[in-house]
Structures are given as C-alpha cells and as structure tokens.
C-alpha cells in the first residue's frame, strides 16, 4: 500500500515567517500526492496536488508544494504565515493502483500555530 | 464551500442504536467516498462508489454499509453502535468520469459528528 508520513506534530511559525509543513511518501509507481487543510469544526479543504510535471505546485491561499522524488517528500509551503493559516494540514496519497480505486491514505495530520 | 453536502451534521445516539448518514457530492460527480475521522485512528478511507456501483472497500466494519442511489446521493448505515465509532464522518466526491485511473481531486463535506453514549 502507499502510504505517507508527517513527521511531526505541531509546527509553531511567527506570523509573517515562512512556513512549511513535511511529508514524506512510500509509493510502487507514480505519487499521486495531495495536501488538504482542515480548520475547527470544518471539512477538509483542498489546497493542491501533484501528478506529474512540475515539481513546484502551486495551490489555494498562497500555498505551494515541492516535490523531491530522490527524498521522498512533498512538503507544503508558505513564503508569509498569517494567523488565520492556523489549522490542521493533512498530507495523502492515491492509495492504490487498481483500476477505478481512487481511495486516498491521510498523514496523521500537522496542526500548524501561527503566533500572531 | 466544497459543494458536497451532508446530513446531519450532529447525531448523538445510543450504543446498540442504527444511524444513517446522508451525503449528496457535487454537482456532476459520479464518485463517492466515505472516510472515519477518529482521535486514535486518523482519517481512514471506508468505501467508495461510482455511479451507484461499489469501486473500494477500506476498514469498514460489517457493521457498516453504505450504497449509492441513481441521484448519486450516497447513505452510510451504522448499525449496533459501539462507544468507538464516535467519529466524524466525512464524505466526498470527484468527477472519475472515465471510472478507471484517476488523479481527480475529492471535495469533501463538511462532516457528520457521530457520538455515541
């Protein structure tokens, strides 16, 4: 099965610095690899996703995303956090190479701090 | 606003009860999913339908069932419910117009809160 890992927990940024949340990926074949945010008490929101080309993807709200295959990562970035990016950012993968099977394998999920 | 709408948004029920969880995707997609969003198990896939037809089961207990109507509106039963399915349940939904390989992006709703006393 694919899979990905969010190696931490909690990312705590200064508003106006940089952000970037990590994941790392374990795929058979082509990473079809996407971030979503989730803010209190909502569904996930989708800010980008990578299939192939590029590996700067550009998403939502001012996100990005760089894919590095030699390293296994599709982390999330931001060049000035602002206070309302707080929230929980969830890293998946297409989680299976069956014809029609589109399920999707979640991170266990970042909660992002932006201190104001 | 993701498009995808779920009803409802709050259930609060009894273990040993049944519940059934309703979800109407976007506008013009022919899949959906259902996913468990739970403090211990992270958010794990359950099942996914197109076009009313079962494409992929996940960690869905027997429990549970869910179908796909010829609205493409999609229904996720609970039944005998235990204190560890209070969750919050999502569902979403893509286009997946060809039915096969697929990099579609799911939109997801905005969840149902499950708890059961």
């Known amino acids: 099965a694919q899979s990905v890992a969010q190696p931490e927990d909690q990312v705590n940024v200064a508003e106006g610095n940089p952000l970037t949340v990590k994941c790392t990926y374990s795929?058979?074949?082509?990473?079809?690899l996407f971030w979503y945010v989730q803010y209190p008490n909502r569904g996930l929101q989708f800010l980008l996703k990578?299939?192939?080309?590029?590996?700067l993807v550009k998403g939502s709200y001012g996100f990005e995303a760089e894919f590095n295959k030699s390293q296994t990562s599709f982390h999330l970035k931001k060049p000035s956090a602002l206070v309302s990016d707080s929230a929980l950012y969830f890293c998946?993968?297409?989680?299976?190479?069956?014809?029609?099977?589109?399920?999707?394998?979640f991170g266990k999920g970042n909660q992002v701090v932006v201190i104001p | 606003d993701s498009g995808v709408t779920q009803t409802p948004k709050h259930l609060i029920t009894a273990t040993g009860q049944r519940v059934t969880l309703r979800c109407s995707p976007r506008?013009?997609?022919?899949?959906v999913y259902w996913y468990q969003q739970s403090l211990d198990q992270g958010l794990q896939f359950l099942i996914q339908y197109y076009n009313g037809e079962e494409r992929a089961k996940g960690n869905i207990l027997e429990r549970f069932s869910a179908q796909q109507f010829p609205d493409l509106h999609s229904e996720l039963n609970l039944s005998s419910l235990e204190l560890g399915d209070s969750a919050l349940y999502f569902c979403a939904s893509s286009t997946l117009t060809s039915g096969g390989t697929s990099t579609d992006t799911q939109y997801f709703g905005p969840g149902t809160r499950l708890t059961v006393l």
């Open positions: 506008s013009g997609d022919l899949s």
């Open positions: 998946a993968v297409r989680d299976s190479l069956l014809y029609g099977n589109n399920r999707l394998a």
């Open positions: 990578y299939i192939t080309g590029d590996n």
């Open positions: 795929v058979s074949g082509n990473p079809y």
